[in-house]
């Protein structure tokens, strides 16, 4: 399944990501320590691999000649870190012995292969040779998919299949031809699963800018990782989590590190403004403000009474979160004036997602477990908790659950809903009176993440229970494009010199 997905803007990834450097010896020793590296908690695992290598040699036993050879060199080849009598190491002798590979240039039959009757032939490059030629096409062919483009777009999905978790890295081509190539560039196993994730530029390892991705799990920590290394196995930054601690019976038992969450992380929020400061929302039911730089938890807040399901920054007004419960509230809180108990919202069933509209400081959305969409305008919000503020709509978008929601960053009042219902929704807002221009079942499963590009402002990521990321040009749809169409051409513009 996909949980969730994010994309990074043209031009933040580096063209030619860095393969990550082996780690050290003390790396190795701290990821030991925590526990990162364990296979299982399962205290047969000594004895499974036991039987396993006996499993291994009866098999090997049964095959005859050069196939028997083979496994026992690469059985022996297997076990270097379980040599208990040496028998392996006679094994790989063996098997080198009968590979003779001392004597392998002395060997002549008296065949030249490849031949064609003129002797050896020279070539005076490498580009006349015929055998290497093909060789040089696919080499220069795998250059060219690892490097990215300043105009590719590159999108970031949180993938788990057969329990294990990773972070795969999407290269989208566009063309003005209208076709689309997409293929993984690279990924990156995680630890845990993932429930959320957010992409944020701070530069943690020098420089202006980085290309980061924050990454929540069913764990209390947050990991942040580094898109543009290859190979990495451990995140560059963890906020928060857990380290073991002995009792007095020498049992090791977790203890929570200063400022963690002591829950599964369910919702992330970069400011863009604040470029060091990292949202999120958790099942303890706390709101915390992290600043990546220091690696810290700054504000812890518990004004709310369930899971803290999301979190999401104003574009407009940096310092002012929202943050949406299990415990049906939206409440607005105001960075500027921290005192304040903010301002509150009831809904209807347990949140599953908050937007803020991009085009104005004052709107935002927020998506229901009961498939409802509700929209509101904070002008209207009242400082009183016991008396309500009335959303400026109330949409019946979905016959489940509405998991997540993408407003459009080029057409104001397109709107985007995913479902447990296995469908993606285009609403047209206007004038708070909702109207679906575009509905589609893109064959992901239940739906648990969208979102449209920032730079292709009219396509759309979506992922699902199926594993499979799917993109869909909104645009291919006749109402979309003669309702908001022209928003499409005023972002193709060239500047004005």
Not at 357 to 384: C, M, N, Q, W
Request: glycine content about 8%; aromatic content about 6%.
């Amino acid at each position: 399944m996909i949980s969730a997905i994010s994309w990074v803007p043209k031009g933040a990834a580096k063209a030619e990501p860095a393969v990550a450097d082996l780690p050290s010896k003390e790396e190795i020793e701290e990821m030991i320590k925590s526990g990162a590296l364990d296979k299982s908690e399962d205290n047969g695992s000594e004895d499974e691999d036991e039987n396993m290598d006996a499993e291994i040699e009866a098999e090997a036993e049964k095959q005859t000649g050069d196939v028997a050879q083979a496994l026992a060199v690469a059985n022996a080849l297997g076990k270097t870190s379980k040599n208990k009598s040496g028998s392996q190491l006679e094994e790989l002798t063996d098997g080198l012995k009968e590979l003779d590979m001392e004597n392998y240039d002395d060997e002549d039959d008296g065949i030249e292969l490849f031949s064609k009757g003129l002797g050896d032939l020279y070539y005076p490059s490498n580009e006349m040779d015929p055998y290497l030629k093909d060789e040089d096409d696919d080499d220069s062919e795998e250059i060219e998919d690892m490097t990215i483009g300043p105009m590719d777009s590159v999108i970031v999905c949180a993938r788990t299949e057969d329990d294990v978790s990773h972070l795969e890295v999407w290269i989208y081509e566009d063309s003005n031809e209208g076709d689309s190539n997409m293929y993984v560039h690279h990924d990156v196993i995680i630890s845990a699963f993932p429930l959320c994730t957010a992409w944020l530029d701070c530069p943690l390892r020098g420089g202006e800018k980085g290309n980061f991705l924050a990454v929540g799990s069913m764990e209390p920590s947050i990991e942040i990782w580094d898109l543009d290394i290859i190979d990495e196995v451990q995140p560059c930054l963890v906020l928060g989590g857990t380290v073991e601690k002995k009792t007095k019976k020498g049992k090791k038992k977790p203890k929570y590190k200063d400022g963690s969450h002591t829950g599964a992380v369910l919702g992330l929020a970069w400011n863009k403004e604040y470029r060091n400061i990292l949202a999120s929302a958790s099942a303890d039911k706390q709101v915390k403000i992290w600043d990546v730089a220091s690696g810290k938890c700054n504000i812890t807040m518990e004004h709310h009474e369930g899971k803290v399901q999301a979190v999401a920054w104003n574009h407009h007004v940096p310092q002012v979160l929202l943050s949406g419960s299990f415990d049906r509230s939206v409440v607005m809180k105001d960075g500027r004036v921290p005192t304040h108990s903010g301002f509150k919202w009831s809904v209807s069933a347990e949140v599953e997602c908050l937007a803020w509209d991009p085009h104005t400081e004052y709107s935002f959305v927020v998506s229901l477990e009961d498939g409802t969409i509700r929209g509101y305008d904070i002008r209207a919000a009242k400082s009183d908790p016991s008396s309500e503020s009335k959303p400026s709509f109330t949409l019946h978008a979905h016959d489940k659950a509405a998991c997540t929601i993408s407003y459009n960053p080029a057409a104001p009042n397109l709107l985007a809903t995913g479902s447990m219902d296995k469908t993606v929704k285009l609403w047209d807002l206007s004038n708070n009176q909702p109207s679906c221009v575009a509905s589609k079942n893109p064959k992901a499963g239940a739906v648990f993440s969208i979102s449209f590009s920032q730079d292709n402002p009219f396509v759309l990521a979506i992922g699902g229970s199926k594993g499979k990321l799917g993109v869909w040009d909104t645009l291919t749809e006749t109402a979309v494009s003669g309702k908001f169409g022209n928003y499409s051409q005023q972002q193709n513009k060239p500047p004005k010199t």
